[in-house]
């Protein structure tokens, strides 16, 4: 679940690694606002998995049937994007996809 605000250079992902639930949040004034938010978005059992700050920062969870995941930062949404799509392969992940992408635009 993304939430972007409306200017800012922080952003973060949470995910629960056991239900595979991640929320995505870009464009906040400060880093607690935007874990604090991405953790409400996530729910029980999140924690925040990567944070990208800066602005044009982009930050990208991808995820596999199997339960895999990977999480990338960039300075595109496709190059956050391949980052999390290689860690995911690299953690053993088949047929891994983006979930979730967001940057600090």
């Known amino acids: 679940m993304p939430d972007f605000g ?8 949470a995910l629960n690694a056991i239900d595979m639930v991640g929320s995505i949040t ?14 409400a978005l ?3 059992g999140c924690e925040i998995v990567l944070r990208f700050q800066v602005t044009g920062k982009c930050g990208a969870l991808a995820s596999s049937p199997d339960k895999k995941w990977g999480v990338g930062s960039g300075d ?6 391949a980052a999390a799509m290689k860690q995911c ?9 983006v979930e979730l992408q967001g940057c600090n635009d």
Do not use: P, T, V
């Open 26 to 39: 870009a464009r906040y004034l400060s880093q607690d606002q935007a874990d604090s938010q991405a953790l």
């Open 89 to 97: 392969s690299s953690n053993g992940g088949q047929d891994c996809a």
């Open 6 to 13: 409306i200017q800012g250079e922080h952003g973060a992902i």
């Open 42 to 44: 996530c729910g029980k």
């Open 76 to 81: 595109s949404a496709s190059s956050a994007s």
